[in-house]
């Protein structure tokens, strides 16, 4: 292999590895052991309902973890309630800390204004952040169904992805997809200037 052609590779392999290395480094952030959720016990919602949410943190790991927890309802929503977290538009947060082998829950009542045409879903986060990372370790969602609106997923048997769970993962894979074509590209383009460097 020529040096044109290694230089040129281990460029586009950098490249591939950067547009992969967000993604990564976020979910092995997550210490193990450690899980998320958030639950509220409404079969389906509509404007101007009072939602109370319950998010708990779970720490099955063999060390304490802290951070900060944050819940996050949609913009058309407005808090109403979270005992001792502090408030900051759509998000409510805590510090944390939770031992190993315990739990820690968190309450947010919230009240519903009106839910934009096209929603399909009243979709809230709960998001671990720990230190002063800017992305989440560990985030789960409550994706309450709209009266009177057919979620597409729901009705072909899938279940609807909730904003920061499956589709930064899939947008990863599809990064990580594109740097693998431009790896191949430059390796090819490299290898064509190569031969012809060598046979005038």
Do not use: C
Request: glycine share 12%; net charge neutral.
């Amino acid at each position: 292999m020529t040096r044109a052609i290694r230089v040129a590779v281990s460029a586009a392999v950098s490249v591939a590895l950067l547009a992969g290395g967000p993604a990564t480094a976020a979910a092995a952030a997550a210490p193990p052991g450690l899980s998320i959720s958030i639950h509220n016990e409404s079969g389906s919602v509509r404007s101007g309902d009072h939602l109370s949410y319950a998010a708990t943190l779970r720490n099955d790991g063999t060390a304490a973890v802290d951070g900060r927890l944050v819940v996050t309802v949609p913009a058309y929503a407005r808090i109403t309630g979270a005992t001792g977290g502090d408030l900051d538009g759509s998000d409510a947060s805590w510090t944390v800390e939770v031992p190993a082998g315990s739990s820690v829950t968190k309450k947010v009542s919230a009240t519903l204004g009106d839910i934009p045409r096209g929603e399909v879903r009243v979709t809230t986060l709960v998001s671990l952040y720990l230190g002063d990372a800017p992305q989440p370790a560990i985030r789960s969602a409550e994706a309450d169904a709209i009266a009177g609106v057919t979620d597409p997923a729901r009705a072909v048997g899938e279940q609807p992805v909730g904003p920061g769970t499956a589709a930064p993962v899939a947008l990863a894979w599809i990064e990580v997809g594109a740097a693998a074509v431009l790896v191949a590209a430059v390796v090819v383009v490299a290898w064509r200037f190569g031969r012809r460097r060598g046979h005038p």
